[in-house]
T-cell receptor
Framework: DTAVSQTPKYLVTQMGNDKSIKCEQN?????MYWYKQDSKKFLKIMFS???????INETVPNRFSPKSPDKAHLNLHINSLELGDSAVYFC??????????????FGPGTRLTVT | DAKTTQPNSMESNEEEPVHLPCNHS???????IHWYRQLPSQGPEYVIH???SNVNNRMASLAIAEDRKSSTLILHRATLRDAAVYYC?????????????FGTGTRLQVTL
């Protein structure tokens, strides 16, 4: 069974559209994350939820809105897509935060291409 | 926040041991040292982490210097599948939580 899964794997859309990426983890973890990896391969955290509560919210445009319907799911909705949003988005989960000594498990990524 | 310094790239022969160094001279006493890797076209993968003592798991070993200002990830027998970018990370405290900040890592090439 896949521990952290994301859908879709690929997403091609036009500027101005609204799209969502879904993430599910079956590890029983309390904490989930969204990361963005741009074309230069820099991987940056965007959001983190703990027990469905937003804990980390980096400097991300408010066109990006994460939603956690339950502890096993963390979705990312993006409004008014822009060319610069093209990237690979990774979901991750962990029991608790890395500063407490907990590792994160990453999904396979969603490659978003905005044309 | 403590930062890490890693070589940009390293090469290894297959079935040879690989020692990937990481310097973190400003580490605090409570900072965990995390290692992740990212294979081509895949998501990051947890490798190992430690606080003070050396750690071993099925993937690798982590040797932590006595003063904790450096650490070394050891792959005991490199295979072609180990070719990846390896990240040494000290979590950053955000006040309410902590986060991983990925740098540029060390790109490991493994050759036959």
């Amino acid at each position: 069974d896949t521990a952290v899964s994301q859908t879709p794997k690929y997403l091609v859309t036009q500027m101005g559209n609204d799209k969502s990426i879904k993430c599910e983890q079956n590890l029983g973890h309390d904490t989930m994350y969204w990361y963005k990896q741009d074309s230069k391969k820099f991987l940056k955290i965007m959001f983190s939820y703990n027990n469905k509560e937003l804990i980390i919210n980096e400097t991300v445009p408010n066109r990006f809105s994460p939603k956690s319907p339950d502890k096993a799911h963390l979705n990312l909705h993006i409004n008014s897509l822009e060319l610069g949003d093209s990237a690979v988005y990774f979901c991750a989960s962990s029991h608790a935060f890395p500063g407490q000594g907990y590792e994160q498990y990453f999904g396979p990524g969603t490659r978003l291409t905005v044309t | 926040d403590a930062k890490t310094t890693q070589p940009n790239s390293m090469e290894s022969n297959e079935e040879e041991p690989v020692h990937l160094p990481c310097n973190h001279s400003t580490i605090s006493g409570t900072d965990y040292i995390h290692w992740y890797r990212q294979l081509p076209s895949q998501g990051p993968e947890y490798v190992i982490h430690g606080l003070t003592s050396n750690v071993n798991n099925r993937m690798a070993s982590l040797a932590i210097a006595e003063d904790r200002k450096s650490s070394t990830l050891i792959l005991h027998r490199a295979t072609l599948r180990d070719a990846a970018v390896y990240y040494c990370i000290l979590p950053i405290d955000t006040g309410t939580a902590s986060k991983l900040t990925f740098g540029t890592g060390t790109r490991l090439q493994v050759t036959l």
